[in-house]
């Protein structure tokens, strides 16, 4: 057994043996992710079936067909999340597939959610960006946490999410997520609801949001943004500040920016 000693015990690093750490590290962690690009369609077959045999074993209620336990695309999917640990991926994928039977996902529409779908807070943009990503934007200023059912908020999100993910085109794997926060204000803020979605797309969209765009991100939002940050973690390296000259330039065409971008 380890001896893990207290951290006054502890004897500091020096700097070069700091960065030499650091090193050995960054090494190992690139040695590991070649070898997991190094696995071949033969060896993704084999353990998406290991999968698929446990999840039917361990958990046989779970739903089948698309996005169930029995999904052979989600599988795979989940165990690139999981760098292709088969404990790792089970876990996570059977949670994921409850969550989608208790939220009752296959049964959001429009309609389930018409009143807060027709304000237009959020939505999948008719066109892809020029990475070929869907695109879902959020209109933050539409958003008014004391007078919208929170429940109402969430499905509209996940609609939208299904939504988007039903529109990658062959070969893209990821969506972008625009957050349009001029006009944003306190009473826009709700830190419930980023805490879910950031739930949702660690959890049940493992690696779906490629960036997200917070854009002329006002002052107000910041102590917003502080609450959040820790949040996310790694994936906080996702978010890119930015204003709507550069969502234009960068991400878009004329024929193809959203509306909302256009002037």
């Known amino acids: 057994m380890a001896v893990r000693l207290p951290n006054a015990l502890r004897l500091p690093l020096s700097p070069s043996s700091q960065v030499r750490f ?23 077959s084999k353990l998406v079936l290991e999968v698929k045999e446990k999840l039917q074993r361990d958990f046989p209620s779970l739903a089948t067909g698309k996005n169930g336990r029995d999904d052979e695309e989600m ?38 959610v018409k009143e807060l779908y027709e304000t237009r807070k959020a939505y999948v943009h008719d066109h892809l960006d020029k990475f070929g990503r869907p695109v879902l934007v959020v209109v933050g200023s539409k958003h008014l946490p004391a007078r919208q059912d929170p429940m109402m908020n969430q499905r509209l999100c996940v609609l939208l999410v299904e939504r988007a993910l039903s529109k990658l085109p062959p070969g893209t794997e990821n969506i972008l997520g625009i957050f349009d926060l001029r006009g944003f204000g306190t009473e826009n803020g709700d830190f419930q609801f980023l805490k879910f979605l950031i739930d949702v797309f660690y959890y049940y969209y493992p690696k779906r949001l490629s960036q997200v765009l917070f854009v002329d991100a006002p002052f107000v ?28 330039r960068e991400y878009f065409t004329d024929d193809t920016v959203p509306q909302d971008f256009k002037n």
């Open 75 to 112: 599988i795979l999917w989940f165990l690139k999340d999981r760098k292709f640990s088969v404990e790792e991926a089970v876990y996570k994928l059977s949670k994921a597939i409850k969550w989608r039977q208790d939220f009752g996902v296959s049964g959001l529409s429009e309609e389930s």
């Open 22 to 44: 650091k090193n050995e590290r960054r090494f190992v962690a690139l040695r590991c992710s070649a070898e997991y690009q190094t696995l071949s369609s033969s060896d993704h």
């Open 221 to 248: 939002f910041q102590p917003m943004w502080q609450l959040v940050k820790p949040l996310l973690k790694s994936y906080a390296s996702v978010v890119r500040f930015c204003d709507v000259e550069t969502v234009r």
